[in-house]
């Protein structure tokens, strides 16, 4: 089980890099934890997503709350949504803004305002595929890395426990389509949640 620590030092890390090249300007792209989450409140989430959270994801909420972006949602940005926030979505009434699951393909519709013609029934995959994906595959965080609101990253966990991310971009869904073919063959998840959450800090450090 992860302690964590590696995270952190890669987190300090990242906001000095932000902060001592870039001044002012980039380090909006600073990154901060949240506050500790209650395991009743963990148990909450789980109960309404008829889901069990990994036991490092569950540690990582319950010591570190979250992890997120200070600003620049559109640009480079990560964000590991708290509890609360993935309550709110999942229990508003119908919208786009409404995550129908934590599900892979539900979350991503979500962050297109649950509008993709791609992932309806039968256009590109049948509702059999898009069940599994949205079974097997839950998604937690999401990241960006400078295409604004044109991509985004998905960071998961499968149905084994093991960490992954998925990265889409709207110009480019024949890519995407023959990763998720894959994931429907096998899991392509590899990471334990703290490599997985510091390879993505490294890329978006990259991407700057």
């Known amino acids: 089980m992860d302690d964590f620590k590696n995270l952190q030092m890669k987190v300090q890390q990242f906001n000095a890099f932000t902060s001592d090249s870039f001044?002012?300007?980039?380090?909006?792209?600073?990154?901060q934890f949240?506050?500790?989450?209650?395991?009743?409140?963990?148990s909450q989430l789980e109960a309404i997503c008829s889901t069990k959270l990994p036991e490092d994801l569950a540690?990582?909420?319950?010591?570190?709350?979250?992890?997120?972006?200070?600003?620049?949602?559109?640009?480079k940005y990560l964000a590991?949504?708290?509890?609360?926030?993935?309550?709110g979505q999942l229990q508003m009434?119908?919208?786009?803004e409404k995550l129908a699951?934590?599900?892979?393909?539900?979350?991503?519709?979500?962050?297109?305002?649950n509008d993709r013609y791609e992932f309806e029934q039968d256009e590109f995959f049948t509702q059999t595929q898009?069940?599994?994906?949205?079974?097997?595959y839950k998604v937690f965080g999401l990241y960006r890395l400078g295409d604004e609101f044109d991509a985004a990253g998905y960071l998961y966990f499968d149905d084994e426990d093991k960490f992954g991310s998925l990265y889409y971009h709207q110009d480019y869904f024949d890519d995407l389509k023959i990763e998720l073919l894959a994931?429907?063959?096998?899991?392509?998840?590899?990471?334990s949640l703290e490599t997985l959450l510091i390879s993505v800090i490294q890329e978006i450090k990259e991407s700057i």
């Open 101 to 113: 699951s934590i599900g892979l393909i539900h979350s991503i519709l979500n962050s297109w305002g």
């Open 130 to 136: 898009l069940e599994f994906l949205n079974s097997k």
């Open 93 to 96: 009434s119908d919208g786009y």
């Open 183 to 191: 994931m429907l063959e096998k899991s392509q998840a590899t990471h």
């Open 23 to 31: 001044n002012t300007v980039i380090g909006n792209y600073s990154m």
């Open 59 to 75: 540690v990582f909420y319950n010591t570190l709350g979250g992890l997120a972006t200070i600003k620049g949602r559109e640009s």
């Open 34 to 42: 949240g506050e500790a989450i209650s395991k009743k409140d963990i």
């Open 80 to 87: 590991v949504a708290t509890i609360s926030e993935l309550i």
